[in-house]
């Protein structure tokens, strides 16, 4: 069996790749050292087109999990001439430390793609709150149309 598996677009040269089977232990078996396997290869990258970019980003809602955990749901469009081989974005909520994101997905012209990434704000942080998602970089260089770069949502508790 094969998985396809995207990378971002600037990754290449020699790498690990690794792949963890249940991490935090839940099934119960006779050898719970032997859930990782590792395999040295080599990255060749692609050359992804770089005129015509447009991604425009809008979070659409958001969940509290528990307490500390917040779910937030946004969705990636292509609204350029050219496919989204990799996208770079920042995002955190206001006031607190800002995370990145290096992501390896084909979104194809006209099309989108939908996520959900839960966030652990940290435990002095009040609410309302505003969070906040902006694509850097698209296909590796900057977007063409800025203007639909930065989505914002207020986080209520």
Known sequence: NTTPFGLPNNVSGA???????????????????????????????????????????????????????????????????????????????????????????LIRVGASMSFGSVMYPPATLTFPRNFTISITAVNGVPDAVSANNTATILVTK
Do not use: C, H
């Open 15 to 105: 790498s690990l790749f690794s792949l963890t089977i249940d991490p935090n232990m839940v099934l119960l078996e006779l050898n719970e050292n032997d859930n990782t396997i590792s395999t040295g290869t080599n990255i060749t990258s692609l050359n992804p087109p770089t005129t015509g970019v447009d991604a425009e980003i809008k979070i659409t809602d958001y969940t509290w999990l528990d307490a500390s955990r917040v779910r937030i749901n946004y969705t990636v469009f292509n609204r350029g001439s050219v496919d989204i081989t990799g996208w770079k974005a920042t995002f955190g909520f206001e006031g607190s430390v800002q995370g990145s994101w290096n992501r390896g997905d």
